[in-house]
Every structure is written in C-alpha cells, then in structure tokens.
C-alpha cells in the first residue's frame, strides 16, 4: 500500500528529518505497530498489521524547533498525510490582487469533507451588479490549492 508524506512549501519540514509512524487500528499495540524511518525513504516495505484503519505520523528534524504532525486515513488509494508543524500556523495560499477571495461585502461559506480531506471556502461580490463569485479548495492530504473565480450577471 502506498504511503506518501507532504508538506506545505511554506512550511517544509527540514532534511535531514526522521519520520515516527505509528499504525492505529482495532488491535494492540506491538513492534508491528510502529515504525521510524527517514523522511526521504522511498520503496521500504513496512510491517504494519493488516487491520490498520489509519496512520499518526511525527517528523523531527535536527533543524527544527517543534515537530511536524499529521494522520491519515486508508483508503484504497494507499494512505497520504500532511505534515504540520505543531502548534505553528501556515501560509496555505495568497490570492494575486486580480483574485481576492473573497469579494467585499460578500457572502461566505465554508466546509470540509472528511471521506476526501478536502476543505472549500465558498464567497461572492454583492456590492457589484455583476457578481464575482468563487470558491478555494484545499486538500488537506495532499497540500493542492485550487481556486476559482467568475463573473457572472445572474448567479
């Protein structure tokens, strides 16, 4: 099962780095539950049970004051996470000045769905008869911003 570690460019964990998983699932805690390896470790097999329903992950880095965090779920896809710095908040994403999201006096809305770890920012323009409307997507696993902006006369 694939297992993939992401971090956000604007707070990367720093390299050399040792990467502490740990499987959580209905079962007890044993030497198969756990595991240490280094962050850029590509093709290790891991040893986790096989009712492993899920993935705590703790980066520590040398050059880093506090660790970086993050949980994954499996899914048939294998299991991703985001690593987080802990107690440390995080730039996810600026919009250009053509892009301000959201519009003045607008409304917003906001939302995550945990089945795909997506969170989605939702908002509109009211103080212009051609309303901007757009909308953020941020995937919490995987660190993709997308973002969507449209004018539009009746939305």
């Known amino acids: 099962m694939p297992l993939r ?26 030497n198969q539950t ?4 280094s962050i850029g470790a590509a093709g290790t097999t891991l ?10 992950a703790v980066a520590s880095a040398d050059l880093a004051g506090q660790p970086f965090i993050g949980y994954s779920e499996r899914s ?3 299991l991703d996470f985001l690593l987080w710095p802990k107690s440390t908040a995080c730039s ?8 301000s999201f959201p519009g003045k006096l607008g409304g917003q809305a906001v939302g995550y769905a945990g089945s795909s770890g997506l969170v989605m920012i939702a908002g509109s323009n009211d103080a212009t008869s051609a309303a901007i409307v757009g909308a ?20």
Do not use: N, W, Y
């Open 5 to 30: 570690a992401h971090s956000l460019a604007s707070c990367a964990v720093p390299e050399p780095a040792r990467l502490d998983l740990a499987a959580l699932g209905d079962f007890p805690i044993s």
């Open 34 to 37: 756990s595991e240490s390896l």
């Open 47 to 56: 040893g986790f049970p096989a009712a492993t329903l899920a993935l705590e």
């Open 76 to 78: 048939a896809a294998g």
């Open 92 to 99: 996810l994403f600026r919009p250009s000045a053509i892009d």
């Open 136 to 155: 953020l997507t941020f995937d919490a696993r995987t660190e993709k911003v997308t973002s969507s902006i449209r004018a539009c006369a009746q939305c």
